[in-house]
């Protein structure tokens, strides 16, 4: 149900703008959006997270001035632009989706989230 693309290979310092695109019932319907990292023999981590209907967003701090998560309401879809890249942004990043909150604030706990995307490589060097 989610689909991601925008992936690719960049040098450092260099720019990509990944998309996930959800159903229009998701998007409607308020979901939380996160996207996450996963760089090889690591751990899936939060990078990004906000909901489609409101306007909490959270970032990893190491991502926060450098990416933003943004969505686009005609096109259903919740998009990162990822700027200043660094090796260590390299990784497998997926997005996904889910209607649990915490306090009223979306979760980054990956247990919180029912859906996932089939994942989009990024690799900088």
């Known amino acids: 149900q989610l689909v991601e693309s925008g992936g690719g290979s960049v040098q450092a310092g260099g720019s990509l703008t990944l998309s996930c695109r959800v159903t229009r019932v998701q998007y409607r319907g308020g979901n939380c959006i996160a996207w996450y990292r996963q760089a090889p023999g690591k751990e899936r981590e939060a990078v990004a997270a906000r909901c489609t209907t409101e306007e909490g967003i959270y970032y990893d701090p190491s991502v926060a001035g450098r990416f933003t998560i943004s969505k686009d309401n005609a096109k259903n879809t919740v998009n990162v632009q990822m700027n200043s890249l660094k090796p260590g942004d390299t990784g497998m990043y997926y997005c996904?989706?889910?209607?649990?909150?915490?306090?009223?604030?979306?979760?980054?706990?990956?247990?919180?989230?029912?859906?996932w995307g089939q994942g989009t490589q990024v690799t900088v060097s």
């Open positions: 996904a989706a889910g209607t649990r909150r915490v306090g009223g604030y979306c979760p980054i706990g990956e247990a919180m989230f029912d859906y």
